[in-house]
């Protein structure tokens, strides 16, 4: 049954820090992995989507890796600033469906 | 193109009731899941629809049951009511091109059950 862990669960930091948030799966045959933002009360929004063929995808500010073999991916968010306050969620999608599976989430607070 | 919609947004149930939550996927997406979500577990799959036949299901009891239409709207049942149904459902949809796309969420409908 697979996985997802998030560390660290809460993350305070001021405004302009680079910053890691990381993530680790038990079952290394996944189809591909996303990061997801959740802000209060709402719904998820995708941030990036990396495929197991992939190392790494990038979106502004945004870079997420992945090593499939260690279980294991990053997204670093670079000159973090108050409006990057949010849940950022790490899921993983395997096997012959489309079931995401979602790790609990780090609770980002980027203060000014 | 409009997102997903999710109706309600909020209800207010008692242990006992039955509750249908609707969603209304990406025009073009034929795809819809379900997803709950709580403080205690996180977000946990429910079940996929496609083409009006359920495709996968998580680990939930009976009580949680689906359905989708021609059009591809989804509804989502769950009967008798437990205090632990307290959560917030959220909807996603996706087109069927592979495993290459995202999931897109809907803003949700947080169940309370008194």
């Known amino acids: 049954k697979q996985e997802v862990t998030q560390i660290p669960a809460a993350l305070s930091v001021p405004e302009g820090e680079n910053l890691v948030l990381n993530c680790s799966f038990t079952?290394?045959?996944?189809?591909?992995l996303q990061w997801f933002r959740q802000d209060p009360g709402k719904g998820l929004t995708s941030l990036l989507l990396?495929?197991?063929?992939?190392r790494e995808q990038t979106s502004g500010r945004l870079n997420a890796s992945l090593d499939k073999s260690s279980g294991r991916s990053t997204l670093y968010i670079a000159a973090s600033q108050p409006g990057d306050s949010a849940t950022y969620l790490c899921?993983?999608?395997?096997?012959?469906?489309?079931?995401?599976?979602f790790g609990k989430g780090t609770l980002l607070t980027v203060n000014p | 193109k409009a997102g997903v919609t999710q109706t309600p947004r909020y209800l207010i149930k008692t242990r006992g009731q039955q509750v249908t939550l609707s969603c209304s996927p990406i025009?073009?997406?034929?795809?819809v899941s379900w997803y709950q979500q709580t403080p205690g577990q996180g977000l946990q799959f429910l079940f996929e629809?496609?083409?009006?036949?359920?495709?996968n299901k998580g680990n939930f009891p009976g009580r949680f049951s689906g359905r989708q239409f021609s059009n591809s709207r989804s509804e989502m049942n769950v009967s008798t009511l437990e205090l632990g149904d307290s959560a917030l459902y959220l909807c996603?949809?996706?087109?069927?091109?592979?495993?290459?796309?995202?999931?897109?969420f809907g803003p949700g409908t947080r169940l309370l059950v008194l």
């Open positions: 996603a949809s996706r087109q069927i091109r592979g495993l290459r796309e995202t999931q897109y």
């Open positions: 079952d290394s045959a996944i189809y591909n």
């Open positions: 990396i495929q197991s063929s992939q």
């Open positions: 899921a993983v999608s395997g096997g012959s469906n489309y079931k995401l599976t």
């Open positions: 025009s073009g997406h034929r795809s």
């Open positions: 629809y496609f083409s009006e036949t359920q495709r």
